[in-house]
């Protein structure tokens, strides 16, 4: 069992930054790949960035491409998703993912966080 919650989340202007976090309870943290989702009011939940258990192999959405970085620290159980020149666009609940396989499917995901809340003000 994974428990995942989310901070960093808030208000933001447009071209600010912002970073996420995720904190995974249990130990399988280092053996789990993990996933940044986002879901907008009204729309459905869309993949963000993942990062691979192992060698730190990283995927991107293209709409984040050059502007969003995520990665993760073992030792602390953390998995980060720093989030640069964002836009209104980017407005959504966040959520964090761990799963066995380094993918964009959310349904491959077994443990989900709660969500953290970004806003982008015009």
């Known amino acids: 069992q994974v428990q995942l919650v989310e901070s960093g989340g808030g208000l933001v202007q447009a071209g600010g930054s912002l970073r996420l976090s995720c904190v995974a309870s249990?130990?399988?943290?280092?053996?789990?790949?993990m996933g940044w989702f986002r879901q907008a009011p009204g729309k459905e939940r869309e993949f963000v960035a993942a990062?691979?258990?192992?060698?730190?192999?990283?995927y991107y959405a293209d709409f984040v491409k050059g502007r969003f970085t995520i990665s993760r620290s073992n030792a602390k159980n953390t998995v980060y998703l720093q989030m640069n020149s964002v836009k209104p666009d980017d407005t959504a609940v966040y959520y964090c993912?761990?799963?066995?396989?380094?993918?964009?499917?959310?349904?491959?995901?077994?443990?989900w966080g709660q969500g953290t809340q970004v806003t982008v003000s015009s």
């Open positions: 249990g130990r399988t943290f280092s053996s789990s790949a």
């Open positions: 990062i691979s258990r192992s060698d730190g192999t990283t």
């Open positions: 993912a761990a799963g066995g396989a380094t993918t964009s499917v959310g349904y491959k995901y077994a443990y």
